[in-house]
T-cell receptor, first 112, second 111 residues
Framework: GQQVMQIPQYQHVQEGEDFTTYCNSS?????IQWYKQRPGGHPVFLIQ?????EVKKQKRLTFQFGEAKKNSSLHITATQTTDVGTYFC????????????FGTGTRLLVSP | NAGVTQTPKFRVLKTGQSMTLLCAQD?????MYWYRQDPGMGLRLIHY???????AKGEVPDGYNVSRLKKQNFLLGLESAAPSQTSVYFC??????????FGPGTRLTVL
């Protein structure tokens, strides 16, 4: 079945260091979404990418959608303690409906 | 607007007991979903609904039933709870935008 994998599973950085998580799908995606889940919280939508090669920025966060629309990345510049949480990518299933397949997530820990 | 709400927030069940989790949204969304989240396994779709009166199976539907009698409510039932159903359950809604809005979650422990 359709799978979405993320690496790394976990990363611990010092505040101010950069962080990147990678998302790889077994199938071509029409779009990809990114969510953030704070510890003890619920997933919150960050962004959606639709076009091949698309790059979007939100302050210190840069999101990229691969040319083949099978992979994506999230890069955080100069991490802060507020960036702590788990980041999930998610892509629609190939059933033509708004179901998402979520990646396994990358848990980010930032030490001050 | 409250967004997506879930009740209860926490619950402990004994094996074999039944319970119903309630999800409510006030955003007039057509689509609603139930996920479970287990450590290291991300979010897995249990059941979903594309509108009032409709339901469909997701990735891990066994042991669960759902109902959507009203557009704003989506109920998840466990008829005979098992320890393997210990998890955090999230409800979400969407449409017309693709973005899914999640509720705060229900932490369920089955002993």
């Amino acid at each position: 079945g359709q799978q979405v994998m993320q690496i790394p599973q976990y990363q611990h950085v010092q505040e101010g260091e950069d962080f990147t998580t990678y998302c790889n799908s077994s199938t071509t995606l029409s779009n990809i979404q990114w969510y953030k889940q704070r510890p003890g919280g619920h997933p919150v939508f960050l962004i959606q990418l639709v076009k091949s090669g698309e790059v979007k920025k939100q302050k210190r966060l840069t999101f990229q959608f691969g040319e083949a629309k099978k992979n994506s990345s999230l890069h955080i510049t100069a991490t802060q303690t507020t960036d702590v949480g788990t980041y999930f990518c998610a892509g629609p299933t190939n059933t033509g409906f708004q179901k998402l397949v979520f990646g396994t997530g990358t848990r980010l820990l930032v030490s001050p | 607007n409250a967004g997506v709400t879930q009740t209860p927030k926490f619950r402990v069940l004994k094996t074999g007991q039944s319970m119903t989790l309630l999800c409510a949204q006030d955003m007039n969304h057509e689509y609603m979903y139930w996920y479970r989240q287990d450590p290291g396994m991300g979010l897995r779709l249990i059941h979903y609904s594309v509108g009032e009166g409709t339901t469909a199976k997701g990735e891990v539907p066994d042991g669960y039933n759902v109902s959507r009698l009203k557009k704003q409510n989506f109920l998840l039932g466990l008829e005979s709870a098992a320890p393997s159903q210990t998890s955090v359950y999230f409800c979400a809604s969407s449409y017309p935008s693709n973005e899914q809005f999640f509720g705060p979650g229900t932490r369920l422990t089955v002993l």
